[in-house]
């Protein structure tokens, strides 16, 4: 392949490089006021138990199909979500969802009687773990096919546009949806329209069993975006206050009506892919040594025992907590299973 | 040796066109690349490029002529060393018609100076009045009985399909603003079929938006829109290309409002041309109606006449449901009465009784309708009287309409444009075996295109695709006769 053969002697000094296009700031750690910290403490520990307990109802058969649990990666959307303004601000994610309903403030009971199939979950029972929306809180779902939810999202962000709410779209994904092409379709409209859109890679390192680096050409996610002129940022997505910042930067840019953004959260997921996944393709160590090392959990607890805040204060919460998720469990088994009549309803909505 | 310059086609559908504009005249030396002539097609006017070089020996068709048939000779260039003026007009291939519409100030084609002259020495070629798809159209005529939903004695605007789908697009996004069109070459280029013509014009830029090449992408941003509140037309190129976008037609839109318990709605039309169209091979020749009727939670729809194009796509725009709205490229150029009623909208779900008969019962959609009135005018010569059913509404199926008039007539043939295996027209044999048993006196059958991707050979094509011929077999058959 031929190149520019530059002469000797005469090359000048290359200048500094310059993004040839505006960039966003690059993020600062959120500086929390304590009673912000100790709410993101208490939604974590929220999804945390919840999701601890959805596992054990699924081991009891309580809970059927494929259930995904967002252990490991509470930062992520307690960082992110708690920066949006529910019912303004719309979001949507793929079947691992239960952390974001959490975070967007959605009843864990309803929740929980949708993973185990009664009347009263939030799809009445008819979605299951992978499919649950509160249109009322603008979460969207909920989308079992991997990647559908960017484009989706995207045409989230082309409404708040079009309507002119002044809401924005954050579209979360993971690091195996990165692989898929309709997600640079969507990049590309979202650049070209200058759609308000967040797009979030929950970068937990594995897209089911396969690492990363074994599916990735470019394993550094946040590039995903350039060549469609959207920013990419990377973001330690174990913490929850870098994350908090980082959405700061990336709703300022998106507000203003300068187009996508592309957030990578590394993260990491402490169980398998699903309730179903024995999980051979990593070590055990290299599980223990991210719970021990990287807990998001714990590192709040150090940030709120630095403030001050004592033992006594985070295990009120703590048991606060376990309340909800008790009760949701009792709630989610004792609902009735839906009306069999209600096997046939909502497949339209009109009648024809 | 004299050239012939032939009236061009311009496109796969196109079967005739205007004679817009002269940029040459008799005498005028003529090099390859020069633009000779401006042709009008109904979707476009284009320019028509000398090939060879030469003379402009004659003009035999005068510009503003109008449905000058493809293959007509309009023009005939002297080579070097021949003599312009001693070269005479050879037999046109085929004859321009002249315009029913009065078009009786334009100049008509010169009579054959020398019928006796040898064959011209293209013949060989297919004559495009010979083609399949030809057939069908030729087949197009209206509906014999009046809608029973317009009043008697109501004003009829003669309105070609493609006019109807932009009106009825036109009229729905001036009343609600949630309504937009999206896709490929909608707005600036006007649509690649001409279907969203002026709607740029009327509604900007923020209305009516031009996605970039990707199906799969601008499928799931209008369906996001949807889900978010708005009211999405979603225009693909073909249905063929929708099969990059058949996941979220299928997982995202049908299935929202159920697997939500009724909480999350998704009202968005996908729209866009079905089945097949003249010599575009199997890639780009397919009827999806089968695929689409098959999913729980989509409105599927396949107009044939304009009036329904136009009713229906109303309806559709203001359902609450997702639609997939089949037209049909062919059928985008006929012209049909349209009621000249405000707010013209047709009920979804409803069939429609076409032609009223006693002995059988044709069942069939789409372009089918044309096969189907054909066949049943040639069986009306033999005394037989077919009743014919146009659908019009795939998914939710008219059962009722089909099952009362099978009690009426005892027999049933279906007729579709499009493969036999899984089709609406075995779906149709069921329903009758299932809840109309002992209303039938011989087995219900179909006739479909034929089971094989469309050839692109026109010989090949045309044994491909529905024939009413064979309809008239189909029904002598179940008649018994």
């Known amino acids: 392949m031929a190149k520019a053969v530059q002469p000797r002697g005469e090359e000048a000094e290359a200048p500094p490089a310059t993004p040839n296009r505006e960039r966003p700031q690059q993020p600062v ?5 304590k009673e912000q910290l100790l709410e993101f403490y208490r939604q974590m520990v929220l999804i945390r138990r919840f999701e601890e307990k959805a596992g054990q109802l699924y081991g009891l058969g309580l809970i059927g199909g494929f259930c995904h649990l967002y252990i490991g990666q509470e930062a992520v959307a307690v ?3 708690s920066a949006l303004e529910v019912g303004k601000d719309s979001v949507i994610t793929g079947y691992r969802d239960h952390g974001h309903m959490l975070a967007y403030g959605i009843d864990p009971k309803i ?4 993973l185990t199939g009664r009347a009263a979950g939030i799809s009445k029972g008819k979605g299951g773990s992978m499919h649950m929306f509160s249109v009322e809180h603008k979460f969207y779902g909920g989308h079992g096919i991997v990647g559908a939810q960017v484009s989706l999202g995207a045409g989230l962000g082309f409404g708040h546009k079009y309507k002119g709410d002044g809401g924005l779209c954050l579209a979360y994904f993971g690091d195996g949806a990165a692989n898929q092409g309709q997600v640079y379709e969507a990049f590309n409209m979202a650049e070209l329209w200058k759609l308000p859109v967040i797009f979030v890679i929950e970068n937990n390192q594995y897209a089911m069993g396969t690492s990363v680096n074994r599916a990735s050409a470019e394993d550094q996610l946040y590039l995903r975006g350039e060549s469609f002129r959207i920013p990419g940022i990377q973001v330690d997505g174990m913490d929850v206050l870098a994350v908090r910042g980082a959405a700061e930067t990336a709703i300022e840019w998106t507000r203003s009506g300068k187009g996508p953004i592309l957030l990578e959260l590394k993260t990491y997921r402490y169980r398998g892919h699903s309730m179903s996944d024995p999980a051979k393709y990593r070590s055990r160590d290299e599980v223990q040594s991210m719970r021990d090392k990287s807990d998001p959990i714990d590192a709040v607890k150090r940030e709120l025992e630095a403030i001050g805040v004592t033992e006594d204060e985070m295990k009120a919460i703590d048991k606060d907590i376990k309340t909800i998720v008790a009760n949701a469990a009792d709630f989610a088994e004792q609902s009735p299973e839906p009306d069999l009549s209600e096997l046939h309803t909502d497949v339209l909505v009109e009648t024809y | 040796m004299a050239i012939e310059l032939k009236m061009p086609a311009l496109s796969p559908t196109m079967e005739e066109g205007t004679l817009a504009k002269w940029l040459v005249k008799e005498g005028d030396t003529v090099a390859s690349g020069d633009i000779m002539a401006e042709i009008e097609t109904d979707k476009a006017t284009m320019e028509f490029e000398a090939v060879d070089e030469g003379v402009i020996a004659k003009i035999l068709v005068a510009e503003g002529t109008d449905a000058v048939k493809v293959g007509t000779v309009i023009a005939i260039i002297a080579e070097e060393g021949e003599d312009a003026a001693n070269l005479s007009a050879p037999a046109a291939s085929s004859a321009p018609v002249p315009d029913e519409g009065g078009t009786a100030d334009a100049t008509p084609v010169e009579a054959p100076a020398d019928a006796g002259r040898a064959p011209n020495p293209e013949s060989a070629a297919p004559d495009p009045s010979d083609s399949g ?7 197009v005529e209206q509906t014999k009985i009046a809608d029973p939903e317009v009043p008697a004695g109501t004003e009829m605007v003669k309105t070609t399909v493609r006019e109807a789908l932009r009106d009825a697009m036109a009229e729905e996004m001036r009343a609600d603003d949630r309504i937009f069109v999206m896709g490929e070459e909608v707005a600036q280029y006007q649509g690649a079929y001409k279907v969203t013509q002026g709607l740029l014009d009327e509604f900007g830029d923020k209305r009516v938006i031009d996605t970039p090449i990707t199906e799969y992408g601008f499928a799931g941003v209008g369906t996001g829109a949807a889900m978010g509140g708005l009211k999405p037309i979603i225009e693909f190129m073909t249905f063929n290309f929708a099969m990059q976008a058949i996941d979220h037609i299928i997982n995202s839109a049908a299935k929202t409002n159920y697997m939500s318990g009724g909480q999350m709605r998704c009202p968005i039309v996908f729209r866009g041309p079905n089945g097949a169209a003249a010599r575009v091979g199997a890639q780009h020749s397919q009827n999806y109606a089968p695929w689409y009727a098959s999913v729980p939670g989509l409105i599927v729809i396949a107009p044939y006449s304009a009036a329904d194009a136009k009713g229906l796509l109303k309806a559709a725009i203001r359902s609450q449901d997702p639609v997939v709205f089949l037209e049909n490229e062919l059928l985008y150029g006929q012209s049909f009465d349209v009621p000249a009623i405000d ?12 032609r009223e008969g006693s002995d059988v019962t044709i069942v069939t959609y789409s372009i089918g309708v044309a096969v189907a009135m054909d066949a049943a005018g040639k069986l009306a010569a033999e005394g037989i009287e077919a009743e014919v059913i146009d ?6 199926l008219d059962k009722q309409t089909v099952l009362a008039s099978l009690a009426k007539t005892n027999r049933i043939v279906c007729v579709e444009e499009g493969w036999p295996t899984c089709s609406i027209s075995a779906e ?19 006739v479909t295109n034929v089971d094989v991707p469309m050839p692109y050979a026109a010989n090949l094509e045309k044994a491909a695709l529905l024939k009413a011929d064979d309809v008239v077999k189909a029904v002598k058959t179940v008649c018994y006769r």
């Open chain 2, 391 to 396: 659908l019009r509404t795939l998914r939710p």
């Open chain 2, 133 to 139: 798809t030809h057939t069908l159209v030729a087949a």
């Open chain 2, 343 to 354: 707010d013209y909208v047709l009920p979804i779900g409803k069939a429609r009784i076409v």
């Open chain 1, 29 to 33: 750690r959120f500086e929390a006021t």
């Open chain 1, 79 to 81: 960082g992110l979500q």
């Open chain 2, 428 to 446: 149709i044999a069921a329903i009758a075996m299932e809840e109309g048993f002992d209303d039938l006196d011989a087995p219900v059958l179909r």
């Open chain 1, 111 to 114: 929740i929980m009687a949708e």
